[in-house]
């Protein structure tokens, strides 16, 4: 069982396996702590502890000892007796002198000695033959041993933050490594040769001084992360084409002048980073990269965006950021999966842009020109009709705005019912005139098509056109998107313009749910007259229609809230 403090581990000793008394910041070990016969985990890290006690060995079955953040500086004698000890975390305390003690832990196969005080390392340490993990960052190391006897089964080496100028030649030869890295250091080189570390995943060379990579990095055919930021790279090996098991490659703050072009044919891809240099332009195809997800630019000198970029079909994010960009570039518009563009002026909105362009699933074509008008680089009436339509579709304000203010300019407009049709108005029993006398009313004027079959209806600039056949149908006229807008603001002054209140009441009254829809219509748009508030109440209790009846009930409530009739 755990315990997290004395009290239930003086209760349980004989049942406790794993015992945890870290940050309480003790200054000595509790002798309780020894009398745990059945203990497997120690953790005594983030105290003050000076000295770890040699009472340490009548812990047998110990496997695991957490002493980090502590101010030790040597260790125990006794602790070669515990024969199953295989994790020991030693972090943050104050060794300046390597332990000579752990390279007598047979079982030994974590160590972590990261931020102390350590110089050099003995060869001892390369007896313990099953170490599988060690972290030795954040020293003052300028060295390692020449020769370690057989660390055949290391598999991460961490090495990060110290002074190493080199790295001894048993590192290359390592047969098991996947984890090796070597983060600022003074490296200048990086001595690799063909066959060497085959079994690499992860390498880490960030913040040294390196100028070139050896052509051998090609060969590191199970390498999926690679490091290299902020060292003196003028320019990434052809070899790396090769690594065709890479997926992040992280290459900012260097001195690249041209793009790699090789890096195109890494299949695997999906992390690159290229920020912090000195590209001046991209090709204009820069690989396949089905995977590649995320791509960091910023802080180059790049002012153009090759259209290629921007049909990476997997593109999330994309940084850009202190560029010589003037505006985002009209060419990541057609980007079918790209969520996020910093760096540049108006992205956020690009991006909204975008998003509704695909839930439209709109062509390339029409978003490319609905951008353009959204951008002001064009004018409206450069756009086709049947853009614009489908423009006005989309849920953006302000390009819905710039389209209907064009079309009310515009005496008539083309419009496909089968593209255009939103739903129906209703039916009703007035007859053509009367319908006729009405929209007249709002100032809108309503004229004939010739022909008897519904093909098409224009709507702009206060005219409706509608085919005779529709009205012989019943059918009065169509709410379509591109004016509705434009109608509901002459239905409100239709109302306030109405004189006869009956005329609406019968509306109301009436037995047929278009002409209620209609009513309700009207009144919801323009508030609901005093003088036909019975006739609204009558039509709420007798609507025929679920809907029409809440409809009719809201502007009931309303009315009651209101007196004055106004929404």
Known sequence: MKAYNLTVA??????????????????????????????????????????????????????????????????????????????????????????????????????????????????????????????????????????????????????????????????????????????????????????????????????????????????????????????????????????????????????????????????????????????????????KWPALQQLGLQHNALAELPDAFARLPRLKELLLGRNRFVRFPESLVASSSLEKVSGVAGASRAIRFMQACQQADLPEAYCLALFSLCCGNIQPESVPPEILSQGLRLPLPSLQKTIRAYLLQRKSLPIDPSKAIVGLVGRTRLSKSAWKERLEKAGIQMTMAPGSGPTHVILGGGIIEIPEGWLRKNVTFLEEATLFQYIQHKEQRYLHQLEDHGQLGRLLQSKQPGSLRLALTLLKNGGVPPTVMTDLYLAWKTAPEPTLKKDSGTCCFYMLLNPAGAF
């Not at 030649?169 to 984890?179: E, R, T, Y």
Request: one cysteine or more; a neutral charge.
């Open 10 to 287: 003086r209760q349980y000793k004989d049942q406790v396996t794993e015992l945890y008394l870290h940050g309480l910041g003790m200054t000595e070990c509790p002798d309780l702590v020894f009398e745990l016969p059945q203990l497997q985990v120690l953790c005594l890290s983030g105290n003050r502890l000076q000295e770890l006690p040699e009472k340490i060995n009548s812990l047998p079955h110990l496997q695991v000892l957490d002493l980090s953040g502590n101010a030790l500086s040597s260790l125990p004698g006794q602790l070669t007796s515990l024969h199953s000890l295989a994790e020991v975390n030693l972090s943050d305390n104050q060794f300046s002198r390597f332990p000579v003690v752990l390279g007598k832990l047979p079982n030994l196969q974590k160590l972590d000695l990261s931020a102390n005080k350590l110089r050099s390392l003995p060869k001892s340490l390369g007896n313990v033959q099953n170490l599988r993990l060690l972290r030795l960052s954040d020293n003052s190391l300028r060295e390692l041993p020449a020769e370690w006897p057989s660390p055949i089964y290391l598999r991460e080496l961490h090495l990060d933050h110290n002074h190493l100028s080199a790295l001894p030649d048993w590192v290359w030869a390592l047969p098991g490594l996947q984890v090796l890295s070597i983060a600022q250091n003074r490296l200048t080189v990086f001595p690799l040769r063909t066959g060497q570390l085959s079994t690499l995943e992860i390498l880490n060379l960030q913040r040294n001084a390196l100028t070139q990579l050896p052509n051998a990095i090609g060969n590191l055919r199970s390498l999926q992360r690679l490091w290299l930021d902020h060292n003196l790279l003028t320019e990434l090996p052809v070899q790396l084409e090769k690594l065709s098991a890479l997926r992040q490659l992280s290459c900012q703050g260097n001195q690249l002048q041209q793009w790699p072009v090789h890096l195109g044919q890494l299949p695997r891809l999906e992390f690159l980073e290229l920020g912090h240099n000195q590209l001046h332009m991209l090709p204009d195809s820069p690989g």
